[in-house]
């Protein structure tokens, strides 16, 4: 095997192909009590546009997947939908516009804060982001902005 197959075949187990990132990131819903119920055919709507955009993140520790995130560009028509918990986007709406939403995190094992501070400081970096988080005083979702 060449110097130049090596890399490639390096190369290609760092960076796990779209049907592998779909297993990884299904299993971590499997073990997120918040995403467990979901039917595997929300894949296609939840998921699936995420991995052909580019727009999400698996988190690993020792290697092994710990924590999934995605966000999409909403237009104003979908962020609006959003804003009242209708999630489900069309694939075409992940990069429709101007207006950057954090869909999906999925941390079964935690640490949501020290993910959400990489996003910000490593993938948003000065884009504000919003997302729906439930409301303070417990009724219903608010969108939050940082």
Do not use: C
């Amino acid at each position: 095997m060449t110097s130049a197959q090596n890399t490639e075949t390096t190369a290609q187990q760092e960076q796990p192909g779209p049907v592998e990132m779909l297993g990884q990131i299904s299993w971590l819903m499997m073990q997120s009590p918040a995403h467990k119920h979901f039917f595997y055919a929300d894949a296609e709507w939840l998921i699936m546009p995420a991995l052909i955009q580019k727009q999400f993140r698996v988190f690993r520790k020792d290697g092994q997947p710990v924590a999934y995130a995605s966000w999409a560009h909403l237009n104003e028509e979908a962020e609006q939908r959003i804003m009242q918990g209708i999630i489900r986007l069309k694939p075409s709406e992940w990069n429709a516009g101007d207006r950057l939403w954090l869909i999906d995190l999925v941390a079964p094992f935690g640490g949501e804060e020290e993910i959400l501070q990489q996003l910000r400081e490593q993938v948003f970096k000065e884009e504000k982001i919003k997302t729906l988080q439930p409301a303070p005083d417990g009724n219903g979702m608010a969108v939050v902005e940082w």
